[in-house]
Every structure is written in C-alpha cells, then in structure tokens.
C-alpha cells in the first residue's frame, strides 16, 4: 500500500511525506533494497547526482516496475539534485540531462542545487584532487545559477525545483530575483536540530522543507571519513531515553517517533535503509497519532545550531568566513 501523506507543492503536485533516501546506498547494494521499497509503498525516491547511484535506481524502477506495468512513471516523486561541482554557469543543464539519462526519465519531479557552494573539479574530471579531499571554490553565483534551474523547468525536464542545505539569507536572496519559486528546501533536520525558525519562514515563504538525516544519519562518520577525509560525531537519536520512553508507549520502535514527529510538522522525511525490517517499519507510520504530551517531550530534545552534525568543513577551503558558507546563520 503506497503512502498516501503529502506535502503540496506551489504548482499543486503532491510529494510524499515519507521519501527513501538513498545517500550513502552505493549502486551495488542499492538494488534490493530499492525493490523492497517500492514493493513496501514508497513512491517518493530521493538521490544525487553525487551519491553515485542514479543509475541503478533508474534501472530499478524501469525493469522492474514500469515496464512490467506494476507503476507508471506518474505514480512515483523523484528528487535528484544538481552535484557541488555542477554548481557554476553553464552545469545545471549539462548535469540535468547526465541525471536523467542515468535514471532513463524524461523529468523529475524536483530537482535542487545541493549547495551553496561550488566544489573544484581536476583534470581527471574528478571532485576529489590529490590529496583525497573535496576542495571549495572561492564563491558561486547563486543567481546565474538559479535563472539556469529556472530554464528547466520551462523545458519540461523538471517539474519543480528547490535548493538543499541553504540559509534562509541565501533563499531570500533568490526569492527577489526569481521567476519560479523554490519549492523545496532540503536540510539536515532531526530531533536535535529541529529548524524551527527556518521552517517556519519556509511555509510563510510557500517552500516545502525536506529532513535530510531525520534519524541522526548512523554510519555517516564512515562515509565522510572514507570519501572526504573529514571527521564527524553522530549523535544515538534511537537510544535517546525520551524517544525509547514514547516508542514503548504507542509500541512502536524509535526510529518511527523521530519520523513521526516530523511528519506531523508538515515535513518531508527521507530516511535510508538498506534493511527491509527497517525501511517497512519507516514508512508505518500513519496509524497512530502522538498526543500532545509527547509532543511536547520530544519538542524539548531541540538542541537548536548545536544539535548540527553536518557543518560541511571537512570540504577543503570551506571555512566560517567562506563568502557562501551557509550555517554561520541560524536559520
């Protein structure tokens, strides 16, 4: 049964409360899990030009649920991003159409910038230079590049289009120059940190917020290590004696009251798993509702700036005083 919980977009399409993310799913182990998804009744899929597996996931849901007529392509949301070294005049056509060919669309459903900064890229065409780290421009130009995202979606090959892990300085400043709108803002959301000023500017502002991480992201130290060389602490949300006393409660498991407390704030969640139980469990989350007790409980776990376990400085040159660093703001 698919999730019928939705968020509604400026341009009256509907985007499922509850995504499958799939950052740190590398294509190899991606398949089966991606399967089980679907077949579990997530119709929204979140990916990357950067996460490396855009095109397994296009396989995926064309071999085996389109061409099979188990879906249409109308029945699924899909969300793909335009990667940090596309991000500069002239990239967001280029690495759109290289996201589509690989996911075998005609569109998507949205398509965000997934930074406010623009990463280096060396002569082997790679993002990573020599010494195995990622490495920052000196600046981007927003609007340049928001009037290419905007050429998109008059072309037809995205529906919508948004901006990940922006500052609300830096959405505004897109707000007064745009011709469409950013639907979606994309970020690091959870327990810890809760956004609640950047929320709620974003739906005064008619922007849907996405939570990226919305259950602490476990085993994403690893992923920075191995691919950045940067070094991360990632907080035990599923351990937190709070959210274990409210699961035992509604006899659910953590990880689904940490979901569960962001849908019920109007916000797209997106967590990843690889584990069937697990991403069955996740998207089960429409059968009960938490009462405003625990609401409240939960509400005071916000650590606000400094619930953030994602500040992006293990990107080479992407310092505080980086013109386009986006979390020196809170919002």
């Known amino acids: 049964m698919a999730s019928t919980a939705f968020a509604t977009l400026r341009n009256g399409d509907k985007m499922p409360l509850l995504g499958y993310g799939t950052w740190q799913a590398a294509a190899g182990e991606l398949e089966g899990p991606l399967d089980e998804a679907l077949r579990a009744g997530y119709r929204h899929i979140d990916t990357a030009g950067a996460y490396g597996n855009e095109d397994v996931i296009g396989k995926i849901i064309q071999e085996n649920w389109i061409a099979t007529g188990k879906l249409k392509r109308e029945d699924l949301f899909i969300c793909t991003k335009l990667p940090p070294w596309g991000i500069r005049p002239g990239g967001a056509e280029k690495w759109m159409k290289s996201s589509l060919e690989k996911l075998r669309m005609d569109y998507v459903d949205m398509y965000l910038v997934h930074m406010p900064y623009t990463m280096k890229v060396y002569e082997n065409g790679s993002p990573i230079g020599p010494d195995g780290k990622g490495h920052a421009e000196d600046d981007t130009d927003h609007v340049t590049v928001w009037k290419e995202m905007e050429k998109l979606v008059d072309a037809g090959l995205a529906k919508s289009i948004g901006v990940s892990n922006f500052n609300k300085r830096q959405i505004q400043n897109i707000l007064d120059i745009c011709r469409i709108k950013p639907a979606n803002l994309q970020v690091e959301l959870h327990m ?6 950047l929320v709620e500017y974003c739906h005064k502002n008619g922007i849907v917020v996405t939570a ?8 994403s130290d690893v992923t920075i290590r191995d691919r950045y060389g940067g070094n991360i602490t990632i907080p035990d949300l599923l351990r937190n004696p709070v959210v274990v006393e409210v699961a035992k409660k509604y006899n659910k ?19 990843k798993s690889l584990s069937k139980e697990r991403l069955t469990q996740n998207i089960n989350i429409f059968d009960f509702k938490l009462e405003a007790e625990d609401i409240k409980k939960l509400d005071a776990l916000d650590k606000g700036k400094d619930g953030r376990i994602f500040d992006f400085k293990f990107i080479t040159g992407l310092t505080s005083e980086h013109p386009t660093y986006p979390f020196n703001e809170y919002p």
Request: avoid cysteine; hydrophobic fraction near 35%.
């Open 253 to 271: 498991t953590p990880g689904q009251i940490l979901l569960k407390h962001i849908v019920n704030r109007g916000i797209v969640a997106i967590p």
């Open 212 to 219: 990226y991480s919305p259950i602490g992201s476990p085993g």
């Open 192 to 197: 810890y940190m809760q956004q609640r000023p």
